[in-house]
């Protein structure tokens, strides 16, 4: 995605808030100085149980930026196919990176025009197939979203 990891850096894994240090950075088991975006790589962590972290847990360099979970988050959506309306509280499963959570609509803050990105309606009521729209977000569980 973005950024470097390196050993010896010290990384926080969010939204569980686990702080620890890389002790390597390895791809296809060889070892590597560093890894870069678009590399598959895997790293070896210091006193961090399976336990205290999971799928869809990001990590990020402790002193510079550290990333959080959002306790919710604004999202441009498409509904494509979907029978009737879709209202305040409806809450489709989000798959954001490896992360897997139920999201639900608690605010639709305005319908837009798909091509232009422009508002076409404040605070609609419901949205349909073919509609797009601005809708604030909160996930059943914590997560971390890119702003």
Known sequence: ETGIIKPGM????????VTTEVKSVEMHHEQLTE????????????????KEIRRGNVAGDSKNDPPNGAA?????????????????????????HTAHIACKFSELLEKIDR????SV???PKFIKSGDSAIVKMVPSKPMCVEA
């Open 10 to 17: 010290v990384v926080t894994f969010a939204p569980a808030n």
């Open 35 to 50: 890894g870069v975006p678009g590399d598959n790589v895997g790293f070896n962590v210091k006193n961090v149980s399976v």
């Open 72 to 96: 919710s988050f604004n999202a441009q959506v498409i509904v494509i196919n979907h029978p009737g309306q879709i209202g305040a509280g409806y809450a489709p499963v989000l798959d954001c």
């Open 115 to 118: 091509r232009t990105g422009k």
């Open 121 to 123: 309606e404040n605070n």
